[in-house]
């Protein structure tokens, strides 16, 4: 079992629509959660990150995490064409020293 | 410099030949981590730096695989004796060092080197 699992998609949405992005792991040690967003040829930008539980909300981008059931999530309203990338989860424990990432999965959003 | 920089940005080679792929942290950065990313995959860890101490080696596939970093700057990825498999981008990304400050468990990340073995 991977340590996160990430649905690769793709995910084909038309413009305004609202997309939601998800995740699980395994390891409860793990405290910091992030979304990164990597847009063709390029490496990943970090978009947002949140500390245990709860919501984190960023302009039209929500990022939620529920450590009960392990699941991560990103959510991303009136969606824009410029939003088309592949979105990355990633968590680590409270060292730090090695980020995990799900596969990525790859958002298209239609005009 | 104002971010991460990778060099070559595109490497092609032949099966069996030695390559050396680069990265320059941002300055102050003092984690260095090296990630792999293949066609379609997510990012695969494969070293980490603190200053030019390797305490997380577990991500090297093999031995052909080494790095090395020059104090709190310059790495260097080394392959040798490439296979195909080893065709995939390689990332790098930099921080400053786990704990320090409000949230340093981001990184920033290079554009990658993009490795092909034919």
């Known amino acids: 079992q991977k340590e996160v699992e990430q649905d690769p998609g793709p995910l084909s949405v038309p413009e305004g629509a609202i997309v939601s992005l998800n995740c699980t792991y395994s390891n409860s040690a793990f405290q910091y959660f992030m979304w990164y967003r990597q847009y063709s040829r390029k490496g990943p930008e970090l978009l947002m990150y949140t500390y245990s539980s709860g919501n984190k909300e960023d302009g039209r981008f929500t990022a939620q995490v529920d450590k009960s059931s392990k699941y991560i999530s990103l959510f991303i309203r009136d969606s824009q064409p410029s939003d088309s990338a592949t979105y990355l989860c990633a968590t680590t424990d409270t060292g730090g020293f090695k980020t995990i990432f799900g596969a990525g999965t790859r958002l298209f959003v239609k005009a | 410099g104002a971010g991460v920089s990778q060099s070559p940005s595109n490497k092609v080679t032949e099966k069996g030949k030695d390559v050396e792929l680069r990265c320059d942290p941002i300055?102050?950065?003092?984690?260095l981590y090296w990630y792999r990313q293949r066609l379609g995959q997510g990012l695969e860890f494969l070293i980490y730096?603190?200053?030019?101490?390797?305490?997380?080696k577990s991500g090297l596939p093999s031995d052909r695989f080494s790095a090395e970093r020059t104090g709190e700057s310059v790495s260097t990825l080394t392959i040798q004796r490439t296979q195909q498999e080893d065709s995939a981008v390689y990332l790098c990304?930099?921080?400053?060092?786990?704990?320090?400050?409000?949230?340093?468990?981001?990184?920033?990340f290079g554009s990658g080197t993009r490795l092909t073995v034919v």
């Open positions: 730096f603190q200053g030019n101490s390797a305490p997380d």
């Open positions: 990304a930099s921080s400053l060092p786990p704990g320090q400050g409000v949230f340093n468990y981001g990184y920033t």
């Open positions: 300055s102050g950065h003092t984690a």
